[in-house]
């Protein structure tokens, strides 16, 4: 399978990422070639499938929940990693096409 | 053809995936953690808690639990969501294929649910704080909800009133969530498809989100369908979309295009083991689960002989339900405790914004109090007054009415003399009762409680009025 | 002698305690001067290294790849988007070292959020390789590797989701381990790849990587995939013997293209195993060409996720803008270019009609190298390999051409994917260059593979 121009375009806006035009040429010949290699994968056709596929990682049932008061919580934190903070709040830019008044 | 979606807050202590109180109200961002905000290198770790409210509402509803259900990703960009993707379940979710019946407009109405599964809700984001701009508050980032879609079978915009009531009351009923509609304890978005009568092909279907009561549910729908029958009989064809309903405005608008199409690139969650449920929990739940509200309503009205509207309205909430078969436990006649649940213990709990598991008046208390009343040692309206008293400072009925000098006054003697004294006063009145207006009665009757300080017993004070209004 | 010869015969190896062999502001000095290898993002002042116990790892000062989450030294991860960010919690492998007495040095240089394999994707430049500073330290844990080499530390904490701490072990000529998935917490290691991510130890001899790796492993409520399995003492593993041992060397790990004189290198290691007791057999992995192309797929994909957070909303670097997408995509910029073409890649491999044919794909592929594994261990104790096909490269050679950078990582991915220990062990050198051995151990594994790389270790050592 191989991308186009206006594919990469679009997984940029999915992903957020802004992408001038040199940006856009050099990544979607990039991911051309990584696609090329992983294409690769196909060839792999039918595998016999190992008794359990399900994902990597420890078998664990869901562990008691440890109610970690202390380090971890957040008070008067938020204030001093937040890029903007007022009254209490995050502040960011209204999303699009929003009401002046009332929630979403 | 209707079919809803409704995410639910479930009542659990703690969020979703981390040890945060959840808490509605609160100042902005103080029950945050690294977890449920996303900051770098934090992990989500399930609370079993949730898992067995989950559990509560799948069966409620019937349906058929999944040993293993997996967590999954669900990416998009938005400031209220926290890390860019919302934990979820997707391909396996925890349970499928229950079903609801609930009464409507056309009699007993089965509505099938598709699924029901566990997610983590967002945070909020406020646009009057701050000029120009918003602001987020991540209290509820994190908190456990449970998403329940049922299949379209709804087919008109009452009976989706309807069907949402029943599903609120079954979810307070076995106590999975408190469905507090102003806390926004319940969101509901519907689908909604208009087609020809008899046509076979399945129309378009549009999506009506942001809805937070049940009657706005049924006036967007109301006006949805009427659009799309406007639509179809003008020979056009309904498009697909989503659109918001604003409360404010009463009217639907067209979600923008870019926010609609979302590409969730859903994939299963790494960080977090799936969900495992034994047959031994499932059995432990079933088993735990209260008798369900219709089932109830009609158990009352067959074996307490009560009146639809009484059976319905006691069945509302549980924890009434409860309190009236304590009473009527404690050997008092189901008419009268209904009597009494509906009217004078409703009004006080009203009053105090209390419910029938807060309320501090217990059956015990009002079993005594009717019983005082019943042995005419207090008067009924003299008992309401108890009532308030007991809620106030507890006590025993009988104590308080000694107390305050609420014993009914049955002497014959003084309750004549009472008479006496207010037939004298009232000769015009007197008159207009001999004159036939026998309604008038019921002016004397107050006249004596007045005279009395409201001790008079009033049946007794009647009879006597009657005896003597007629001897002369 | 070369470094890597005095690393290997330093009779300082069983005295951990003061046995920091440089102190903070040598390591400032160093750094600062035109000796500097850029090792180190940020050293602690004296009030930062705040131990909090007594143990093992007493007085002994330890070095942290600047992805894992410190409170009062910053945590950039390589990164513009988190340049001066200071986390409100420390990783949980961070409290067990300063629970066990150990000072916390500094941070150190990674490619930014542990993408790439030579620590050029820094956004803060390079690190050199102490053993040639005109070539890569390997990555992406670069700057732990060189801050071992160079004497800087004895011990440092890296991360692996690819081969990130035993490729650069292997390029700087020390010790470093990746443990079995779930051995160690995540809770604080700034998220790459989830189910891939492991936190590694990097040491100057096998018994430093080992007792780093005792003292941070072990089950922890906070990482649902940590496991609540006991941990041994691996530094006892260290100079336990590999009498009887049965090592496999799997064929497809010792392709034709292998330069001669590291062949040689290789061979001349399981001779030496044998003569430290153990039996060398062939055995075969078959899925192993599938690895790279199924690593990228799922990293990616994975990657493409736990970077969507990086958004310049509640935290980290923020670019203004007029409207909230243009934040975004402005603020988002910060990333590198490594770093954009993976979630580029992993956005696009999850996108709505890819998403079978890639990632469904490269799922199943991963339970078949997984299988590969089950099956050989049913034949052998450990697997012997190279740790990278070649020692260290000039810096700038491949940073340009990311598909032969990837295939750097060839002999490493399958370890992350199959979830499965490995351990990279210096074995001689190539033109003067370091080159590395490794060992690949079954699920909890670690003390059969300690025991390989410590009798590998001894045999060199005996040499000189």
């Not at chain 2, 806390?183 to 129309?203: C, T």
């Not at chain 3, 293209?257 to 290691?269: F, G, I, K, M």
Request: with cysteine; hydrophobic share 40%.
């Amino acid at each position: 399978m191989s991308i186009s121009a206006e594919d990469v375009q679009r997984i940029g806006e999915l992903a957020r990422l802004h992408l001038e035009d040199d940006e856009l040429e050099c990544l979607t010949s990039d991911l051309n070639a990584i696609l090329r290699h992983v294409d690769s994968l196909q060839d792999l056709g039918s595998t016999k499938q190992p008794e359990d596929s399900s994902q990597i990682g420890s078998k664990l049932t869901p562990v008691s929940h440890e109610h970690v008061e202390g380090p971890d919580k957040l008070h008067e934190m938020p204030a001093d990693f937040a890029p903007e903070w007022q009254e209490g709040f995050f502040i960011v830019p209204a999303p699009p096409g929003v009401y002046p008044s009332g929630d979403q | 053809m209707i079919g809803v979606e409704i995410h639910v807050r479930l009542k659990s202590e703690y969020k979703l995936f981390c040890s945060d109180r959840a808490v509605f109200g609160g100042e902005p961002n103080t029950h945050i953690c690294p977890v449920c905000i996303g900051l770098p290198g934090a992990l989500p770790v399930l609370n079993p808690e949730v898992v067995d409210l989950a559990l509560r509402t799948a069966l409620a509803f019937g349906c058929t639990i999944h040993f293993e259900s997996v967590w999954a990703r669900k990416s998009y960009f938005y400031p209220d969501l926290p890390k860019g993707y919302q934990i979820t379940q997707f391909e396996h979710p925890l349970a499928t294929k229950g079903s609801v019946t609930f009464s409507g407009s056309k009699g007993d109405t089965s509505v099938k649910i598709r699924r029901v599964h566990i997610e983590e809700d967002a945070g909020k984001l406020l646009h009057d704080r701050v000029p120009r701009a918003s602001a987020i508050d991540l209290n509820r980032a994190g908190t456990a909800l449970v998403e329940i879609v049922t299949d379209p079978d709804l087919r008109t915009a009452a009976d989706v009133r309807l069907f949402l009531g029943e599903l609120k009351q079954t979810l307070e009923y076995v106590g999975a969530s408190n469905c507090n509609m102003e806390e926004g304890d319940l969101r509901v978005d519907a689908n909604v498809s208009v087609r020809r009568f008899g046509s076979p092909g399945l129309g378009n279907k549009t999506e009506i989100k942001n809805v937070n009561s049940f009657s706005g549910v049924e006036r967007a729908l109301s006006l949805e369908i009427a659009r799309q029958t406007a639509t179809l009989e003008a020979g056009s064809v309904v498009g697909r979309q989503t659109l918001l309903w604003d409360d404010h405005r009463e009217e639907l608008r067209k979600m923008r295009s870019k926010e609609e199409s979302h590409d969730y690139r859903y994939f299963p969650e790494p960080d977090l083991s799936p969900v495992r449920v034994t047959q031994e929990q499932v059995t432990t739940v079933l088993e735990s689960l209260p008798e369900l509200p219709r089932v109830r309503c009609s158990r009352f009205k067959k074996v307490y002989e009560l009146k639809d509207y009484d059976a319905e309205v006691l069945t509302q909430s549980a924890a009434n339900a409860d309190y009236f078969e304590e009473l009527v436990g404690i050997h008092i006649d189901p008419q009268v405790a209904a009597k009494w649940v509906i009217g004078p213990l409703q009004a006080l709990m009203n009053q105090r914004r209390e419910n029938a598991q807060t309320v501090p008046v217990r059956p015990a208390q009002i079993a005594a109090l009717i019983g005082l009343i019943e042995r005419g040692v207090v008067s009924e309206s003299a008992a309401k007054s108890v009532l308030v008293i007991l809620a106030q400072e507890g006590g025993s009925p009988s104590d308080i009415i000694e107390a305050r000098g609420l014993i009914q006054e049955r002497d014959i003697g003084q309750l004549t003399s009472w008479v006496t004294g207010v037939l004298s006063k009232h000769s015009e009145e007197v008159a207009r009762y001999r004159g036939g207006e026998s309604k008038i009665l019921g002016y004397l009757i107050g006249q004596v409680m007045h005279s009395s300080g409201g001790a008079a017993d009033p049946r007794l004070a009647r009879d006597l009025l009657i005896e003597q209004l007629s001897n002369e | 002698m070369s470094l890597q010869d005095e690393v290997l015969s330093s009779s300082e190896v069983l005295d951990f305690k003061g046995s920091a062999l440089r102190s903070l502001d040598d390591i400032k000095e160093l750094e600062s001067g035109r000796e500097g290898l850029n090792a180190f993002l940020a050293v602690a002042e004296p009030e930062d290294m705040e131990p909090c116990g007594q143990g093992p790892l007493e007085g002994v000062m330890v070095a942290l790849k600047d992805n894992i989450c410190t409170k009062r030294l910053p945590t950039t991860c390589g990164s513009r988007m988190l340049k001066g960010y200071r986390s409100p919690y420390e990783a949980t492998a961070v409290q067990r070292l300063r629970q066990a007495g150990a000072l916390i040095a500094g941070k150190t240089n990674l490619d930014e959020f542990g993408m790439g394999s030579s620590t050029e994707n820094s956004a803060f430049g390079p690190t050199l390789n102490p053993v040639d500073r005109s070539l890569v330290p390997g990555g992406s844990s670069g700057g732990s590797a060189a801050a071992v080499a160079a004497g800087y530390v004895r011990m440092a904490l890296g991360s692996d989701t690819g081969g990130s701490v035993r490729q650069p072990a292997a390029f700087c000529g020390v010790v470093g381990i990746k443990p079995t998935y779930g051995r160690i917490s995540r809770y604080g290691l700034i998220a790459f790849a989830s189910s891939l991510d492991q936190i590694g130890t990097i040491g100057a001899t096998v018994l430093e990587a080992s007792l780093l790796l005792e003292v941070v492993s072990g089950h922890d409520t906070r990482d649902s995939t940590s496991a609540e399995k006991p941990v041994p003492r691996y530094r006892d593993a260290a100079v336990k013997g590999i009498e009887g041992m049965v090592v496999g060397i799997p064929t497809e790990y010792f392709p034709e293209q292998l330069d001669p004189p590291v062949r040689a290198l290789l061979d001349e290691a399981c001779e030496r195993l044998v003569a430290a007791g153990a039996e060398v057999r062939p055995v075969s992995l078959p899925h192993t060409e599938f690895a790279i192309p199924c690593y990228y797929v799922l990293a990616t994909a994975e990657a493409s996720s736990n970077l969507a957070r990086y958004d310049g909303v509640r935290f980290g670097a923020r670019l203004p803008a007029e409207g909230l997408d243009r934040m975004y995509e402005l603020t988002r910029g910060n990333f590198g270019a490594e770093v954009k073409r993976r979630i580029m890649l992993g956005t696009y491999v999850l996108s709505s009609g890819c998403y079978d044919a890639y990632y469904g794909t490269a799922q199943r592929t991963r339970a078949s190298i997984a299988h590969d594994f089950t099956a050989a261990f049913n034949e052998v104790d450990v697997l012997f390999t190279p740790t990278s096909p070649t020692p260290a490269f000039p810096l700038g050679e491949r940073v340009l051409d990311p598909v032969a950078m990837y295939l750097s990582d060839v002999f490493t991915v399958t370890a992350n994917l199959a979830g499965i220990p490995g351990l990279s062990v210096p074995i001689g050198t190539v033109g003067g260059l370091p080159l590395g051995g490794q060992l690949l151990g079954p699920w909890w594994g670690e003390s059969h593979i300690i025991a390989a790389a410590g009798a590998l270790e001894a045999s060199y050592r005996e040499d000189t």
